[in-house]
T-cell receptor, first 115, second 114 residues
């Protein structure tokens, strides 16, 4: 069974550019989470979805960030315009509330560098 | 609000020795899950071990075991016979059953000394 798939693995862009990170959760999972990891702040929850519906986006830093989940197998995290302080590793993770063993399954992360 | 505290930013252990990583959490709920995740330099987050709060028996996975003290809200990870490949950042995590939210500690960086 394929794990959580994220793309791109690495992204280098210039300040002001739009960045789109993509995620394919594990098939059948009904929860999807986006996290950001930095040395300063550790692992921060940005937003999470249940059955494609955003449940809590209070962690989204500002209006430059947006996330969508148009269907059960795809989600995007968009930053527009990007700033150097957005440089981080962005993780997508999924889980099923009732089935399985309860843990989060993480993708390999997307390392974003904004110059 | 639920919080997870890892009070040891860094730990080190000699190869083949045993090390214990600490984790405490704050909750008013009685049913929840606890996890330890490992993040090696490759940055992949890997589940090490999980514990369901209603189970009194401590979870074990080969060289990894936990000491779950529900009343004290403590969930420590013991790594026996440490290996070089155990060097990584270790995160303690709490999952509440209502709302399915996860809370992570700040991590403990483990160095294994040959």
């Amino acid at each position: 069974d394929a794990g959580v798939i994220q793309s791109p693995r690495h992204e280098v862009t210039e300040m002001g550019q739009e960045v789109t990170l993509r995620c394919k959760p594990i098939s059948g999972h009904d929860y999807l989470f986006w996290y950001r990891q930095t040395m300063m702040r550790g692992l921060e929850l940005l937003i999470y979805f249940n059955n494609n519906v955003p449940i809590d986006d209070s962690g989204m830093p500002e209006d430059r960030f947006s996330a969508k989940m148009p269907n059960a197998s795809f989600s995007t995290l968009k930053i527009q315009p990007s700033e150097p302080r957005d440089s981080a590793v962005y993780f997508c993770a999924s889980t099923h509330y009732y089935r399985g063993t309860g843990e989060l399954f993480f993708g390999e992360g997307s390392r974003l560098t904004v110059l | 609000a639920q919080t997870v505290t890892q009070s040891q930013p860094e730990m080190s252990v000699q190869e083949a020795e045993t090390v214990t990583l600490s984790c405490t959490y704050d909750t008013s709920e009685s049913d929840y899950y606890l996890f330890w995740y490992k993040q090696p330099p490759s940055r992949q987050m890997i589940l090490v071990i999980r514990q369901e709060a209603y189970k009194q028996q401590n979870a074990t996975e080969n060289r990894f075991s936990v000491n779950f003290q529900k009343a004290a809200k403590s969930f420590s990870l013991k790594i026996s016979d440490s290996q070089l490949g155990d060097a990584a950042m270790y995160f303690c995590a709490y999952r509440r059953n209502t709302g399915n939210q996860f809370y992570f500690g700040t991590g403990t960086s483990l160095t294994v000394i040959p």
